[in-house]
């Protein structure tokens, strides 16, 4: 009888501890974009300087999300939109020996000094057809955080699972017109 209530108390704190969602960037529970809703559903502070936000569409939930509205804050000294997104860039490079999806494209607006990149990646290795296809648009700009300079990351996700991965790469040049001019208009402001 004590074990079954041991676990039980156990069960219920970790559902508890799953549950709590935190608005670190203060920027609240809810964003708009593209014309739907997204419901922040994780959040992580894993040190001092970085702090992590995911926000789903009604329903979805960050183990099997369809779409996903990310905003990452970063406080460090000597970080640049250019050096992040060019550190991204790298790491698609690498990525592309192994990954048959992974291609990406990169923007830079000169005026605002921010970076976008819009990259496909999958879980299919050369040869094989993937199972998950995920199309993603990173913005990078730089803000201050208490004085500090610091990179704002705002990225949309789009993932296909299975028999959806071919209906998503099939639609991908509409959506990828559609998000880049979406994440243009789209303005986060953090709050901290």
């Not at 790298?90 to 048959?100: H, V």
């Amino acid at each position: 009888m004590i074990k079954r209530i041991i676990s039980l108390v156990l069960t219920m704190c970790s559902l508890t501890c799953m549950a709590q969602v935190t608005d670190y960037l203060k920027i609240g529970n809810t964003i708009k974009f593209n014309k739907e809703n997204y419901t922040l559903g994780w959040s992580s502070h894993p040190n001092d300087g970085y702090y992590i936000q995911e926000y789903f569409p009604k329903g979805e939930k960050p183990e099997t999300f369809k779409k996903m509205f990310t905003i990452n804050v970063l406080v460090a000294e000597g970080i640049t939109p250019q050096l992040a997104a060019q550190a991204k860039c790298t790491e698609l490079d690498n990525r592309k020996k192994t990954d048959n999806c992974c291609h990406y494209k990169k923007y830079e607006n000169k005026k605002s000094g921010e970076y976008m990149i819009d990259f496909l990646v999958s879980n299919g290795e050369k040869g094989k057809e993937p199972t998950v296809v995920e199309f993603n648009l990173y913005r990078y700009k730089a803000i201050k955080v208490n004085g500090k300079n610091a990179i704002q990351l705002s990225f949309y996700s789009q993932r296909a699972y299975n028999a959806d991965v071919y209906n998503l790469l099939s639609k991908l040049v509409d959506i990828r017109t559609d998000v880049l001019s979406k994440m243009l208009d789209t303005d986060v402001k953090v709050g901290l």
